[in-house]
């Protein structure tokens, strides 16, 4: 723990410039380093949230620009959250009914909801870490003391451990749920967490599915909590199977890095180089602006869904695609 600590006490000396303008984030911060000395049974999960909230902070004013993608019968709305997070308002266009996945900024999303005049009652919650759950709490408070906007359920992973806060309706793979007349299928995927889990929406011209920290364009996230099976199970076996033209929004803006590291393990892929090039002259709205992605661009450009192709077992001088998911990770996360 004094490790930790030590980290959070470095991480929040070099945001000090920022706490001004991030005094909402600088409270919260001060409130959970209160909960760790009062409770100590909460030291894992309080330092877990307390050092997202200050890693956060970024040195540079953060963009407020809400990018939409205006589809038939949904349009979503993607919202910058913290560093380099997305939130996401899923709106019915038939009954302006609406989904927030991962709000950790809720009264942004409140803000988003109102602006365009959409009833906001679901919350869609890929996984538990704080950067993604730690919005929960307050919002659905914000419900409780204002009855007028109605009942909010908050739909996740059916975590064992209780990690998602004021979880209301747990869900596993395949159980479904309503937007307005949107018809949402729940995709368990876990590894980077045990209860992660994705949303997949399909109307007769166009899919969607929001990954969390499962999928990155061009990347995928850490096996915090899984194996390197669970992950190909992840990619290979359920999201690799969503039609090519599936739009796939994800939980963070890391473009860049996830193409420098593909090009690196496959340097003759055309298509990751072309994108490449297209991150590299892209500013930080730019590079946001390149999601979605969708799941038959990732086939070509994402190497951890392409660990069957020789060139990326070549790279990690493995044989078998099991054990190139395990090696490609392991090097990606030393990138």
Known sequence: MLLVLCCLSTSLRSCQIQVQSQKCDYHRFVCLLADLIAKPQLHLSGLTAAYFTVTSWSLRQRSTLVQTSNMTRLTVKK????????MYLVVCNETKNAAVVDPVEPNRVLQVAKESGVTLNKVLTTHHHWDHAGGNADLF???Q?????????????????????????????DDTLEIGNLKVRCISTPCHTTSHVCYYIETPEDKVVFTGDTLFLAGCGRFFEGTPQQMYDALIGKLSALPDDTKVYCGHEYALNNLRFGNTVEPNNVDIAELLAVAKAADLDGRRAMVP????????????????????????????????MQALRAAKDKF
């Open 145 to 173: 003391e204002n009855p007028a906007l109605g009942k909010l359920s908050i739909y996740g992973g059916n975590d064992q451990e209780g990690r998602i806060p004021n979880l209301t309706h747990p869900v596993g793979q």
């Open 141 to 143: 408070k914000h419900y």
């Open 293 to 324: 992605s969708t799941i038959g661009q990732e086939k070509k450009t994402n190497v951890f869904m392409r660990v069957h192709e020789p060139s990326v077992q070549q790279f990690v001088g493995r044989a078998t695609p099991l054990d190139t």
């Open 79 to 86: 919202i910058p959250a913290l560093k380099d997070n997305f």
